[in-house]
């Protein structure tokens, strides 16, 4: 397990565009902390890294942002909505996980609980808030 302390929103992009740098096909983030923790924020930076383009937001309302046009393609899900992970595979989200690019799930807990139920090749990150700039980013890797 890695531990990275972010002193900014900067930092947590610059984290973000570190991973979409070197992020392979099928690659699944799953993002977990409390509304404001900076999830999205380090999307913004993946999807950087990834050599996309688009202006990244939150998939709240939509469930799910597509992005394309950089190296790989991004799948950007948000299942704070939704509230068993039978309303997840009712909402027809599994599929995103087959993409030939690279999912990132906030709230992933909802979906997986723990690493056992998680994807081949899934990082499990949370998120928490230290102060009102400071984030405490612990990740670890599962899978091939």
């Not at 900014?8 to 923790?37: D, F, K, N, Q, Y």
């Amino acid at each position: 397990m890695t531990t990275f302390i972010s002193h900014s929103p900067a930092e947590t992009e610059a984290l973000g565009e570190s991973w979409g740098r070197a992020a392979e096909r099928g690659l699944v983030i799953g993002l977990s902390g409390e509304l404001g923790a900076g999830k999205t924020q380090l999307v913004k930076g993946l999807a950087r890294g990834l050599g996309i383009a688009a202006r990244v937001h939150s998939p709240t309302f939509t469930l799910v942002n597509e992005y394309s046009g950089g190296r790989l393609r991004l799948s950007h899900l948000d299942l704070y909505r939704l509230e068993s992970r039978e309303q997840i595979i009712g909402a027809g989200l599994e599929e995103c996980l087959q993409s030939d690019g690279v999912a990132v799930i906030e709230w992933a807990e909802r979906w997986f609980g723990e690493v056992s139920g998680s994807p081949a090749r899934y990082r499990q990150v949370m998120i928490q808030i230290v102060c009102e700039r400071e984030r405490q980013i612990t990740y670890e890797d599962f899978g091939a």
